[in-house]
């Protein structure tokens, strides 16, 4: 509609921001600021090897990707019991190529969060089968998004700017693969389709998080926008 919006309010989410574990039971597993390092806040992951930049991001400095940089973790790294687990991110970019933000090739419940070249959100499972597709599309537009997936065993589900997104609802059965450098942020082990633009704040948790709980992610960002 071409209203600017202002979402939360930088001086009391700060603690939220920083926090180790935001929600009090121990559910975060790893956390990326990006502010001017690769480092887990929860020292859970090293990364293997990083080449990304850094820029302005919602809060402090974001990750800067340009399509062959990326963040490169040990395998098994995005592994998680049972596929039971909940991906929070936030992206920027104008790219209108498909692209990889996070993907996970070693392990038996291996993912693939990419961006279409019509800016919408795909789940891949790397089965073979179709991927999954958002039904909103158009978020390459420059401007910042919050993604939050949460993948529970077979089923997926995705939330876009805090609203659940009907078409990646879906059943899906994930592969086992055992592919090297595998768990990657902002590329695949292939080496093509890599992410051109930025990230900020990805968060791993080990369980489904609820409406309530990605609402809170949501709205502690600071960042103005217009819908």
Request: aromatic letters at 12%; glycine letters at 12%.
């Amino acid at each position: 509609d071409g209203v600017e919006r202002e979402l939360g309010d930088v001086t009391t989410t700060a603690g939220l921001v920083s926090s180790t574990d935001p929600f009090s039971d121990g559910s975060l597993r790893n956390k990326f600021l990006l502010d001017g390092n690769a480092t887990d806040l929860l020292g859970n992951l090293v990364a293997t090897s990083s080449t990304i930049t850094y820029g302005t991001g919602v809060f402090g400095q974001s990750g800067v990707f340009n399509g062959t940089n990326k963040i490169v973790f040990p395998n098994s790294s995005f592994n998680f019991t049972g596929g039971i687990f909940t991906v929070s991110f936030r992206f920027k970019t104008t790219a209108t190529s498909d692209s990889y933000l996070i993907s996970n090739r070693y392990g038996t419940h291996t993912f693939g969060i990419y961006m279409s070249g019509a800016g919408a959100i795909v789940i891949a499972d790397h089965t073979g089968a179709p991927n999954t597709y958002s039904t909103s599309t158009g978020l390459n537009n420059g401007l910042w998004h919050h993604i939050v997936v949460k993948f529970n065993l077979n089923s997926i589900s995705c939330s876009i700017d805090g609203v659940n997104d009907t078409g990646l609802t879906a059943t899906k059965v994930f592969s086992s693969q055992t592919l090297a450098n595998g768990c990657q942020i902002g590329g695949w082990d292939v080496g093509s389709a890599g992410f051109v633009g930025e990230m900020d704040m990805i968060e791993f948790y080990t369980r489904i998080l609820t409406t309530t709980e990605v609402n809170t992610l949501y709205t502690q960002t600071a960042y103005k926008y217009s819908a």
